[in-house]
């Protein structure tokens, strides 16, 4: 298990586009069911809610950009609390593409980016700079 993850085989793709040939294994890393979208339609091979951000830090961050270096720590720190499923999204990504799919409508500013970068070793876990998500 020691084969380096490349970043080619972790991509991005926003839930309401179609699925491709390429995407290899889909996971949902959303913890809401994006609006919308038919279960069929989606074609997800997982779905990783246990690995999405916690409803309180996904409703402090309200994809405000101004927040996002904050969010990336915080995330962080809650994604290392489900080590199964870190180990599980970088074994998979270890034999092959995964397609991260995602709902939010800002593609630069959004977990599956943090989790991407998480999941390519770019990001570490650190402390986040205050402990409560109010603010």
Not at 9 to 19: D, F, G, H, I, T
């Amino acid at each position: 298990m020691s084969k380096k993850i490349t970043a080619a085989n972790v991509q991005l793709k926003r839930a309401y586009e179609r699925p491709a040939a390429g995407d290899g294994t889909r996971i949902l890393i959303d913890r809401l069911w994006p609006r919308g979208v038919r279960k069929a339609d989606a074609a997800l091979d997982h779905w990783a809610k246990d690995i999405a951000p916690s409803t309180a830090l996904r409703k402090w961050f309200g994809h405000d950009p101004a927040r996002w270096q904050e969010f990336r720590s915080r995330y962080a720190v809650e994604v290392h609390e489900h080590p199964e499923q870190l180990n599980r999204l970088r074994a998979l990504a270890r034999q092959g593409p995964i397609t991260l799919v995602f709902s939010a409508h800002d593609e630069v500013h959004n977990d599956a980016v943090a989790l991407r970068n998480l999941l390519l070793g770019r990001q570490t876990k650190r402390k986040p700079k205050t402990a409560s998500l109010v603010a």
